[in-house]
């Protein structure tokens, strides 16, 4: 496993994150499985897991806590703090004072350490932005009284969903740590503005939805049907599926002895960028991270590839059930 900066705060994370969601409860929910996939992921090098207080209600929190309560100082661990409206995406004309309010932003970390068990996070986030709220104090010094008291140590933003725009102002001023935000093989406008911007002022750059939900790993295909709960039913249509599933059969011709699978193809174009501090894929299940740190171990993509697959750039506009 390799590791980079997460921007300038002198956290050194894995380049393969454990991103905790699918852990939290949607869809079918296994604690057992999902507590042996992060301690595999530790033995395997991965030392950053992203969690959110939103994800089952603590419930991811919980497990993470479960998993390294006695190896606290050897893992870096990332939440975020939810809208108080309880919705996302937050718009340009919900008021800061309804959305992240210092006291909700406070009250909201006290809850994710007291489901963590522990005493501080390595970083902090806001669970949605919008851009309105860059030159706003209120969120930023709830940060900040929360890093003077020693609970968390950086603070950053997670980019409202197909959105790598409304970051980028936050990003060229340098007012937060990290952004997390949804960059892949298909969603590659983030390399017009914000990955750029983030090199510049070195702000850690968090990548989200590698696999474009499980299209760009070859986990979604046409005719594919969906478990009780499983958000992306409403999300994966067929014919979404159909267009989706003539692109990923295009990039199999990338795919070589040294990189086998789509989705470590997936990982590997990601972290072909030097803005990117960590890439952050769900995972479930052990066999889900012995595949996904092989991206890290293996021979990196060579500049000629990572050319050839900027051309597989697919902006499809496809909200999600909640946008």
Known sequence: MKYRELGKTGLMVSEIGFGAWGIGGWGKRDDVEAIKALERSFDLGINFFDTAYAYGNGHSEK?????????????????KVPPKTSRWPVQDYDPLEKTFPTDWIIECTEKSLKNLGCDYLDLQQLHAWSDVYTDQEEWREAFLRLQQAGKIRAFGISANDWNPYNSVNLVQKGRVDSVQVIYNIFEQRPEEQLLPAALDQKVGILARVPFEEGLLSGALRPGMTFDQGDWRKGWATPDRLEEAGRRVDALKLFLDDITPTLAELALKYILGHLAISSVIPGMRKVRHVEANV??????PLTPEVLLELKKHAFVHGWAYPWS
């Open 294 to 299: 092989r991206a890290s171990e293996t021979q």
């Open 63 to 79: 497990l993470i806590g479960q998993a390294f309560g006695n190896r606290r100082s050897e893992v870096i661990i990332a939440s």
